[in-house]
Antibody
Framework: QVQLQQWGAGLLKPSETLSLTCAVY????????WSWIRQPPGKGLEWIGE???????NYNPSLKSRLTISVDTSKNQFSLKLTSVTAADTAVYYC?????????WGQGSLVTVSS | EIVLTQSPATLSLSPGERATLSCRAS??????LAWYQQKPGQSPRLLIY???NRATGIPARFSGSGSGTDFTLTISSLEPEDFAVYYC??????????FGQGTKLQIK
């Protein structure tokens, strides 16, 4: 059974870089895309982007200019970096397995941007 | 980008009642639509994929239907644990995935 565990800094100042990592345990890491999704407090879900084991990425156009998603196949991990954060980037960030549907999901990481 | 519009925004029902949630797409997504349930403080959970297929472990009271632009999630008889927020998701025009804005199902 695939499980995703994520971690990263929870409090950032405006203009800093958000950095999160998601580790995949159990199941196959290859042959899937791996996604990041976020949810501002009290609001809906927004898909951020994805990567596969070959390093091929797809990004949400609304975030593309600030976004980098990378993969470390030796550790079955993938990472998110979002530069120049503002208060609007405050959200719970989730990782998830993709390719078909987003399932399963990690536990979520609250990232707060505040001066 | 395909926009998904869910209705109603909030649905107030009692346990044992039937719930009908709607998701409408701005253009056809064929059958590439899924439904998720999210409870407070939890990650979303996949309920239904490809319009009408229940995910592993999902009770039979949950069912999905529709095609093209209009989709429905039906909960035949509400249990107390079903009160949550429900999201639809499309992957027809992917990337990007797009979500609906959610329907909150609350106890009446």
């Amino acid at each position: 059974q695939v499980q995703l565990q994520q971690w990263g800094a929870g409090l950032l100042k405006p203009s800093e870089t958000l950095s999160l990592t998601c580790a995949v345990y159990g199941g196959s890491f290859s042959a899937y895309y791996w996604s990041w999704i976020r949810q501002p407090p009290g609001k809906g879900l927004e898909w951020i982007g994805e990567i596969n084991d070959s390093g091929n990425t797809n990004y949400n156009p609304s975030l593309k200019s600030r976004l980098t998603i990378s993969v470390d196949t030796s550790k079955n991990q993938f990472s998110l970096k979002l530069t120049s954060v503002t208060a609007a980037d405050t959200a719970v960030y989730y990782c998830a397995r993709g390719s078909n549907w987003l399932d399963p999901w990690g536990q979520g990481s609250l990232v707060t941007v505040s001066s | 980008e395909i926009v998904l519009t869910q209705s109603p925004a909030t649905l107030s029902l009692s346990p044992g009642e039937r719930a009908t949630l709607s998701c409408r797409a701005s253009q056809s997504v064929s059958s590439y639509l899924a439904w998720y349930q999210q409870k407070p403080g939890q990650s979303p959970r996949l309920l239904i994929y490809d319009t009408s297929n229940r995910a592993t472990g999902i009770p039979a009271r949950f069912s999905g239907s529709g095609s093209g632009t209009d989709f429905t999630l039906t909960i035949s008889s509400l249990e107390p644990e079903d009160f949550a927020v429900y999201y639809c998701l499309q992957r027809s025009n992917w990337p990007p995935y797009t979500f609906g804005q959610g329907t909150k199902l609350q106890i009446k």
